[in-house]
């Protein structure tokens, strides 16, 4: 066998040059040469092929079996090696590298272009000039006039809502008057002597209560926007409510008793007192009603004898949230087309129709008064003004809200609009309640799918309900009231 050196081979150290005699005494081993190496070799000598003289040495002394796992996993290395050397492999790593770096390079450009835009327009002409940030601040030139003594509700709007459930707010009523609520309701109970305030008997707890969540923040809140000066001289100038933006806006509280209301009355009326002595609260004189800065409303629990009665409320600061079910009067004239978008058919009235014989909570105009007596539907249903037994007791001097629950009153809305016969419901409520003086609320409206809840807040403000009952703060401060409908 010839054995030379190659000194101009790539590999490091000595190479065999094999001839052919030799192959033929190791078909053996050739037979577990890689293709790689012998194609790859081929391409730099074809006359021959090369591989490291001491894997030829292998090849000759090693056994078989050894020699298969050797040449393997030397395939692997080799194969590895020939990809490193595939210049078609290399340039598509490098295109890739270019397209990683130039899509990088473009998303920095679009980044730098909007922080640039983003600086510009702090300093283009119609813009709030910077200095206002500090305006107010020591060494500004607005330090200490940036406020006045009743700027507490500063730049807040008060709206039409009635802020349901107001106590399970993050801040029981500063949530409700952040929004522009004209309305609050407490759930009151009473243990101990003492007024809690609470959903449920579960949920009431020592610290929650009237005086704690409403009565003592509301007499902070209007000493603030009735502040003695030599401006605003207390004993002669005219009370302001809690809104500055608008300071002849009152704010009901709404007081459901939840406990026995002949044994609640008493402990509602002491804590009153302290915004009776400071005649922030709207009363009836006999004659007329004397708005002030809070309005006091009994639901639930709470007795209407009580509230009537000369000894029990001597000052009239406390008004009934009368039964709007009850109210439902006949146009003098027949009632206007509600429109295509309120109109349904006859499916939809026949549907309402079906619910009205199984349900009492959707009864038809003529006879929605409660327990009528014969001669009273036949004067209804000949469209004459009827002569109201009950509901005339309930005016301007013993109640001040007209409620009733949507549902219950109206009905569902089966094809997510309300029929003409739900609208002349509507509409008989609000003439009813309107006549006697007293201000409507629906509550238990419904809240989802949010069109629907849109839907029905535009019909009941564009109706002539005075408050909407809601749930979502945020929803209602979004509203646009102007209009009837979300801005």
């Known amino acids: ?13 000595n190479t065999l040059l094999l001839d052919d005699n030799l192959l033929d005494r190791s078909s053996d081993f050739i037979a577990h040469v890689p293709a790689p190496v012998r194609r790859h070799h081929n391409e730099r000598d074809r006359t021959s092929w090369q ?16 020699r298969s796992k050797f040449l393997n996993n030397r395939q692997d290395d080799l194969c590895v090696q020939c990809e490193r050397r595939s210049p078609r492999r290399k340039s598509r790593a490098w295109w890739g590298l270019v397209s990683f770096v130039a899509i990088l390079t473009v998303l920095g450009l679009v980044q730098l272009l909007s922080i640039v835009a983003g600086l510009l327009s702090r300093f283009s002409p119609g813009k709030i000039p910077d200095f206002l940030d500090f305006w107010d601040r020591k060494g500004q030139p607005g330090y200490r006039l940036g406020a006045w003594p009743t700027d507490f509700t500063r730049d807040i709007r008060p709206i039409a809502c009635h802020s349901h459930n107001d106590y399970w707010r993050t801040v029981p009523l500063y949530s409700a008057l952040s929004a522009g609520c004209i309305s609050v309701e407490a759930d009151v109970w009473l243990f101990d002597e003492e007024l809690f305030v609470g959903h449920s008997t579960s949920s009431l707890t020592r610290n929650r209560t009237l005086k704690a969540l409403y009565i003592d923040p509301l007499m902070e809140i209007l000493s603030k926007q009735n502040p003695v000066t030599e401006f605003h001289p207390n004993s002669n100038a005219s009370l302001n409510g809690v809104f500055d933006t608008d300071p002849t806006q009152t704010l009901t509280l709404l007081i459901d008793f939840k406990t026995a209301g002949s ?60 039964p709007l079910s009850e109210m439902w009067e006949s146009p003098t004239t027949s009632d206007p087309d509600p429109g295509p978008s309120l109109r349904q058919g006859e499916d939809s009235a026949q549907e309402d129709s079906k619910l009205s014989h199984t349900s009492k909570r959707h009864k038809s105009p003529s006879t929605y008064h409660k327990e009528p007596s014969k001669a009273l539907e036949e004067r209804i249903a000949t469209g004459n003004t009827p002569v109201l037994p009950q509901p005339d007791i309930y005016s301007p001097e013993n109640s001040y809200y007209a409620s009733v629950a949507f549902v219950k009153a109206i009905g569902r809305m089966w094809r997510m609009r309300l029929s003409e016969q739900q609208m002349a419901l509507i509409r008989g409520h609000i003439r009813g309640a309107h006549r006697r003086g007293l201000k409507v609320r629906y509550w238990d409206l419904p809240d989802w799918p949010i069109g629907l809840r849109n839907y029905v807040w535009d019909v009941l403000m564009r109706e002539g309900v005075d408050v909407l009952n809601v749930d979502g703060l945020t929803a209602a401060s979004k509203w646009d009231w102007g209009n009837g409908e979300k801005g």
Do not use: C, Q
């Open 1 to 13: 066998m010839a054995v030379r050196t190659s000194e101009d081979s790539n590999d490091s150290g």
């Open 51 to 66: 591989l490291p003289a001491w894997t030829g040495v292998l090849g000759l002394f090693v056994s078989k079996s050894n």
């Open 263 to 322: 044994a609640t009355w008493p402990y509602v009326v002491k804590a009153l007192e302290p915004l009776r002595s400071a005649n922030y609260l709207t009363y009836h004189n006999g004659t007329i009603l004397t708005p002030g800065p809070i309005t006091i409303v009994g639901t639930g629990n709470t007795p209407l004898s009580h509230v009537t009665s000369n000894s029990t409320n001597p000052s009239h600061d406390i008004f009934f949230d009368a």
